[in-house]
């Protein structure tokens, strides 16, 4: 049973970076049948996919925030990871990371998520 | 980016009877390379993550009642409950994968009348 889960501090200072981590376990973070990203919601809004990443390190980034993104994957610890630069309170919002499977050479849908974590960006 | 637009932004329906949610994507999403359309659509309860619900438009996600159904091609979309249940009280969301970034529409709340 694939289990996804978020940890990193739940509050962040403005002008700092915002980082989190994702363990996967029940499944191999270096299959090549799947991606894995990350999304975000701010508090009673809608969903905004930041970036995902391959087992390859090869990543894309949502051109909205891909100036301060960097998602990064580490195979041997079962992890994958998001750096997010110079945040402010616009950056306020429940993360997720989710598995993508991969189809037809491409990202498809979202079809595992961890549970969220609110990250709140607050001096 | 593709804009996802959902109506209507909430309902209200009746135990038992159907909800009916529509999603229109601003470029068509069928790509005719696969024949596929790159639609999924999920459900999000309250203080819970988003649960894939279909894929490729109308491929029902293993485990969803089959009570939901999904439909359309190209640009309009359908996610349909046919006989609404408590446990159904929700927001969903249709998301489009044909291209880069990935978007969402912005959600439909339902509830119970």
């Known amino acids: 049973q694939l289990q996804l889960q978020v940890s990193g501090p739940g509050l962040v200072k403005p002008s700092e970076t915002l980082s989190l981590s994702c363990t996967v376990s029940?499944?191999?973070?270096?299959?090549?049948?799947?991606?894995w990203g990350w999304i975000r919601q701010p508090p009673g809004k809608g969903l905004e996919w930041i970036g995902s990443?391959?087992?390859?390190?090869?990543?894309s980034y949502n051109p909205s925030l891909k100036s301060r993104v960097t998602i990064s994957v580490d195979t041997s610890k079962k992890h994958f990871s998001l750096k997010l630069s110079s945040v402010t309170a616009a950056d306020t919002a429940v993360y997720y990371c989710?598995?993508?499977?991969?189809?037809?050479?491409?990202?498809?849908?979202?079809?595992?998520w961890s549970q969220g974590t609110l990250v709140t960006v607050s001096s | 980016d593709i804009v996802m637009t959902q109506s209507p932004d909430s309902l209200a329906v009746s135990l038992g009877e159907r909800a009916t949610i529509n999603c229109k994507s601003s470029?068509?999403?069928?790509?005719?390379?696969?024949?596929?359309?790159?639609l999924a659509w999920y459900q999000q309860k309250a203080g819970q993550p988003p649960k894939l619900l279909f894929y490729?438009?109308?491929t029902r996600e293993s485990g969803v009642p089959d009570r939901f159904s999904g439909s359309g091609s190209g640009t309009d979309f359908t996610l349909t409950i046919s006989s609404l249940q408590a446990e159904d009280v929700a927001v969903y969301y249709c998301?489009?994968?044909?291209?880069?970034?990935?978007?969402f529409g912005q959600g439909t709340k339902v509830e119970i009348k």
């Open positions: 998301q489009q994968y044909y291209s880069t970034p990935p978007t």
């Open positions: 470029q068509s999403v069928l790509y005719s390379y696969t024949n596929k359309n790159y």
């Open positions: 490729w438009a109308s």
């Open positions: 029940g499944d191999s973070i270096s299959s090549t049948s799947y991606y």
């Open positions: 990443i391959y087992s390859s390190g090869s990543t």
């Open positions: 989710a598995r993508l499977p991969r189809g037809f050479g491409a990202a498809l849908h979202f079809d595992y």
